[in-house]
DNA sequence: CGATGTGTTGACCGGGTTCAAACAATGTGG
DNA sequence: CCACATTGTTTGAACCCGGTCAACACATCG
């Protein structure tokens, strides 16, 4: 149907209320979709806890799963023990998808906390597909979703510098979270640095370091209790944060 | 049909002949993907040379594309006019699937040398697939296999040294050349070190540097004409320079 | 209480960047 | 044909960001 997830902007709108439009749209988006799914599909649901392996690396492939609450981590493990954060899942997120063309999956997904995942036969999706266009629809958006993100994190890799990717991360999150309708100016991370580390490409200490320094600059703050509370006032300070620090110099290109 | 791209192995093959075995299939599966696609669909080909554009970031999105032969890049341009390469692709390869979430594409796909795509509407795709499982099996593997090869750029550039990367880069590219029936031994690197570079998340300095190690230590070697030809005698050999350098001292981890 | 896991911060070091110079390959125009 | 410009590659030297190692703070939990 060649739907689009983000309508034409309206560019008289102020840019404030626009995010928020975007995220009204988004969150909507996510719950059609959750409600499409469980009315044309046979779904087997599972609520799971922090650590919960979804599937592992090498498991043979044969459901598609969707993120119904919770947050998931998928990890790349290499033959050598090399082990790779290579991205995160929120609601409506689907997981699984490496496994289509393998036969079976290629990373490990894990449950951050307690969620509940539907999952369901690839075969039977692949089936129902043919009779509900819109169900197909769903499913390549994701995949094209989840491609298009992972090049962003390709992007803030190999043109950021520690402390910008780091604050690109919370924007990210923030950002995610927005757009399922939470808050997002108290979160709470449920990953250790070293996790963050992993997935920046940096080692924790940088990524201790670099939190640091947003809070003393007043780009984040922590909360009064633990530090894995972060207080984002305004996320757009985030990427203010993240320009600032692609010019070293005060480039006045105009 | 739940087709798996690699089938079930044979542990008794060496692994030479097991690698060739692999190739042959790959080989064989994007020539029958090829057929299938000009069997089902109306298709547009389209002849392309060295710097053409397939298309850009932000044109709106109506076509997808596969690679009849030529190699292509895509490349990621942030507003902020940060620009990263974000992948490769070769004959049998799909572009453009980022655009069907968004509606709009969101990188450019560049032809890197004379080449030819053909491209055809995704509504029509999308119809076709109602009626052609195969189609649709061959798009969910090609989206599959993006999406797999997209996590395999963030584990080396998150875990590798430069060097590493280095040779995982060319170990990758001869892979995927051999992986359509074309020799390794003796390859054209159709990108300068600064695309490299950037691809790698390094500067061409360190490309540089890192090649002419390599070439020293007789994993790679460079042809009498130009130092864009580099000969591969061995592609296995690659691998083991990048195990190599995971364990910087002399590790007897059994 | 000690034990364990996590986060912060400092001091030092090293791999990769930056800056610079020289060289190679290719093309252009006289 | 050579002089010259252009673009890409190589290599060296100095510098710096982020890694490494270490000490300490601060939770939670048995």
Redesign the interface.
């Known amino acids: 149907?060649?739907?689009?997830?983000?309508a034409a902007r309206a560019p008289q709108m102020p840019a404030a209320a626009q995010g928020w439009r975007d995220n009204q749209q988004a969150s909507r988006r996510i719950a059609d979709a959750l409600h499409t799914l469980q009315d044309k599909l046979p779904i087997q649901r599972r609520v799971v806890h922090a650590g919960d392996k979804i599937y592992q690396a090498g498991d043979a492939?044969?459901c598609l799963h969707v993120v119904h609450s919770g947050i998931f981590k998928?990890i790349?493990s290499?033959a050598?023990g090399?082990e790779?954060v290579?991205?995160f899942h929120f609601k409506g997120d689907w997981l699984g998808?490496?496994?289509?063309?393998?036969?079976?999956y290629?990373?490990d997904a894990v449950a951050m906390d307690t969620g509940e995942v539907w999952s369901f036969r690839?075969?039977a999706l692949?089936e129902a597909?043919?009779q509900h266009?819109e169900l197909?629809?769903l499913l390549?958006?994701?995949?094209?979703?989840?491609?298009?993100r992972?090049?962003?994190?390709?992007?803030s890799?190999?043109?950021l510098s520690a402390d910008a990717r780091v604050a690109d991360f919370l924007r990210y999150w923030a950002e995610s979270l927005a757009q399922r309708g939470l808050r997002t100016d108290q979160i709470t991370l449920r990953l250790t640095r070293a996790e963050i580390g992993?997935y920046?490409?940096m080692k924790l200490e940088t990524v201790s370091r670099a939190m640091s320094r947003l809070a003393r600059d007043k780009v984040i703050q922590f909360s009064e209790r633990g530090r894995r509370d972060v207080q984002i006032p305004d996320v757009a300070a985030l990427s203010a944060f993240v320009?600032r620090s692609?010019t070293p110099a005060g480039e006045t290109l105009q």
């Open positions: 149907m060649l739907t689009t997830a983000t492939f044969g998928i790349n290499a050598d090399r790779q290579v991205g998808f490496d496994g289509i063309a393998a036969g079976q290629g990373c690839y075969q692949f597909c043919a266009p197909l629809s390549h958006e994701a995949m094209s979703r989840e491609i298009s992972d090049r962003e994190s390709l992007l890799l190999c043109t992993n920046l490409g320009q692609l």
